[in-house]
């Protein structure tokens, strides 16, 4: 089992840039594949960006390819989603999910969720 925590969360003028943070815990962590989501209000969840347990390979949407990258850090048990030039409708609460299968740049969430941290893009 799994736990996930997000951080990194907050209130940033459009065009601006945030870093969120998924720490995970477990024996086994390291060895996850992750997928970073959000849910905007009154809106379906959606996929933002996966990165492969190594960090050798990562995915991301069609919206926000060239602007959002992810990247791990094994060693902390930590996987990042540095975002720029940030737009007002991606104001979202943004989740992280561990262990999902990643396979033709496909990742499919399991049930393993952390918190969430919300993100405000507002001027």
């Known amino acids: 089992q799994v736990q996930l925590v997000e951080s990194g969360g907050g209130l940033v003028q459009p065009g601006g840039s945030l870093r969120l943070s998924c720490a995970a815990s477990?024996?086994?962590?390291?060895?996850?594949?992750i997928g970073w989501f959000r849910r905007a209000p009154g809106k379906e969840r959606e996929f933002v960006a996966a990165?492969?347990?190594?960090?050798?390979?990562?995915t991301y949407a069609e919206s926000v390819s060239g602007r959002f990258t992810i990247s791990r850090n094994n060693a902390k048990n930590t996987v990042y989603l540095q975002m720029n030039s940030l737009k007002p409708e991606e104001a979202a609460v943004y989740y992280c999910?561990?262990?999902?299968?990643?396979?033709?740049?496909?990742?499919?969430?399991?049930?393993?969720w952390g918190q969430g941290t919300q993100v405000t893009v507002s001027s």
């Open positions: 990165i492969d347990w190594s960090g050798s390979r990562t």
């Open positions: 999910n561990a262990g999902g299968a990643y396979y033709s740049g496909r990742y499919s969430p399991t049930n393993y």
């Open positions: 477990g024996s086994t962590s390291a060895y996850y594949a």
